[in-house]
């Protein structure tokens, strides 16, 4: 079993949805929760980040975590077309030398 | 417009011959980071270099593969003898000790190898 788990979709919503990306994870000593987003032949870029349960608003997007059950979550409100990329969800144990463990991506297409 | 940056950004060469990515991460950056990405596995680490040193390169194959940073502005990764298996985005990735869930990536290296 894979340490991070993201259903790759690919995602297809019309403009203006409400989208939910999810992971789940094994370990419960994972405290940091990020959100890559990824646009087709970039590099993926940190687009949330949260610590420990909660969660984060930062416009249209929010990052959910519930650590009982070890689920992740990412929602879009009012959809763009410009929000069709691969979302990345990373997580990590604390300390300095902690090291990113990444889920698959999940595609994204927001369609006009 | 602090970014990273990677050469080649494509490379196409045929089994048994050498690669070498390059890469140059932000100034002031102290941290860097190689992936490998693919359809299949998606992001996996290759190598991490903090002050330079390499911390962990458990990622790597290391019969083939070597990861080495000269210098503070230039990290590079090379393969030798490059297999089809390895065709995949390359990306670098850098960032602060302190700030390590930020990282910040380069435009990749897209690798085929014949």
């Known amino acids: 079993q894979k340490e991070v788990e993201q259903d790759p979709g690919p995602l297809s919503v019309p403009e203006g949805a409400i989208v939910s990306l999810n992971c789940t994870y094994s370990?419960?000593?994972?405290?940091?929760f990020m959100w890559y987003r990824q646009y087709s032949r970039k590099g993926p870029e940190l687009l949330m980040y949260?610590?420990s349960s909660g969660n984060k608003e930062d416009g249209r997007f929010t990052a959910q975590v519930d650590k009982s059950s070890k689920y992740i979550s990412l929602f879009i409100r009012d959809s763009q077309p410009s929000d069709s990329a691969t979302y990345l969800c990373?997580?990590?144990?604390?300390?300095?030398?902690?090291?990113?463990?990444w889920g698959l991506g999940t595609s994204l297409a927001v369609n006009p | 417009d602090a970014r990273v940056t990677q050469t080649p950004r494509h490379k196409v060469t045929e089994m048994g011959q050498e690669v070498t990515m390059r890469c140059q991460p932000i100034?002031?950056?102290?941290?860097v980071f190689w992936y490998r990405q693919t359809m299949m596995q998606g992001l996996e680490l290759l190598a991490y270099?903090?002050?330079?040193?390499?911390?962990?390169d458990s990622g790597m194959p290391k019969d083939r593969f070597s990861a080495e940073m000269p210098d503070a502005t230039l990290a590079t990764l090379k393969i030798q003898p490059s297999e089809p298996r390895d065709s995949a985005v390359y990306f670098c990735?850098?960032?602060?000790?302190?700030?390590?869930?930020?990282?910040?990536f380069g435009p990749g290296t897209r690798l085929t190898v014949l």
């Open positions: 270099f903090r002050n330079r040193a390499p911390l962990d």
């Open positions: 370990n419960s000593a994972f405290q940091y």
């Open positions: 949260t610590y």
């Open positions: 990735a850098s960032g602060l000790v302190d700030k390590h869930n930020e990282q910040f």
């Open positions: 100034l002031g950056h102290n941290t």
């Open positions: 990373a997580i990590s144990v604390a300390g300095n030398n902690r090291k990113l463990i």
